[in-house]
């Protein structure tokens, strides 16, 4: 017997295992999580409005106001720009004119750079911990070998 394909209704905000997995998501704070999906939701809502250019969308302090203290929002929105998941197109500001914004996959190379210096940090604190080790042993046997002359 077959089974039925679940259908999605509406529009829905793609997350993949990939990026749910990547390290540049990891290092996420919870408040740039929920900025990411309401930049994500406002850029799949107008990217089906056909007088819009769908590669480039605005987004503003004003729509998570009532989720986010002003703070929250540019520390959130520095660490989506940083880690890859959104570019800036324009900058916003003294002209009243929102930042433009797009989707970007730079995460990916981004989270390769994260997990290698993260093995090159671990590699380092074992290499101390072996020298150490070895340090330990030397010492320990040149004594031996001190108090075996003196014997």
Known sequence: MKK???????????????????????????????????MTMEFIR??????KDENQFAFSYGKVKER????????ARK?????????VVRHGGLEHKHT?????????SISILIKEK????????????????KVKVEKSNSSEFIDELID
């Open 4 to 38: 039925k394909k679940k259908e999605i209704n509406g529009k829905f905000v793609p997350l993949t295992l990939v990026m749910l997995k990547s390290e540049a998501w990891r290092q996420l704070s919870d408040r740039a999580v929920m900025l990411w999906t309401e």
């Open 46 to 51: 107008l990217k089906y409005n056909p007088k």
């Open 68 to 75: 986010m203290s002003d703070k929250s929002f540019y520390r």
């Open 79 to 87: 660490e989506l720009v940083k880690g890859g998941f959104f570019d």
């Open 100 to 108: 433009l914004f797009k989707v970007s996959s730079k995460w990916k």
């Open 118 to 133: 993260k093995d090159r940090k671990a590699q380092s604190e074992h290499d101390k911990t072996r020298n150490k080790t």
